[in-house]
């Protein structure tokens, strides 16, 4: 079984920053792709960013310029960096990464369990 835990969540003033990450555990052979996504309150959850393994970046429109996200590898953590928080940010952040598994080398999606930040005006 695969683990995501997520850390770095609170409340922060608009304008402010924030640095969320995401350690994987477990039955891990490899994790390809690893990501952020978001879910406000009554909306649907949508993509904020994602790294392959290699590095290559792709961010929503609405954090491009603002939010980071880069990985460790040795680590297995993903992170996310966030500058110039808005209050339309405050969602329920959650991790999710493609792993292939340890035991059944088949690649699976993995979600974390959700860390919340609150950006106040």
């Known amino acids: 079984q695969v683990q995501l835990v997520e850390s770095g969540g609170g409340l922060v003033q608009a304008g402010g920053s924030r640095r969320l990450s995401c350690a994987a555990s477990?039955?891990?052979?490899?994790?390809?792709?690893m990501g952020w996504y978001r879910q406000a309150p009554g909306k649907q959850r949508e993509l904020v960013a994602t790294i392959t393994r290699g590095g290559s970046t792709n961010y929503a429109d609405s954090v491009q310029g603002r939010f980071t996200i880069s990985r460790d590898n040795a680590k297995v953590t993903v992170y996310l960096q966030m500058t110039s928080l808005k209050p339309e940010d405050t969602a329920s952040y959650y991790c999710?990464?493609?792993?292939?598994?340890?035991?059944?080398?088949?690649?699976?999606?993995?979600w974390g369990q959700g860390t919340q930040v609150t950006v106040s005006s």
């Open positions: 999710n990464a493609d792993v292939i598994g340890s035991y059944t080398y088949t690649a699976d999606q993995y």
């Open positions: 477990g039955s891990i052979f490899r994790v390809n792709t």
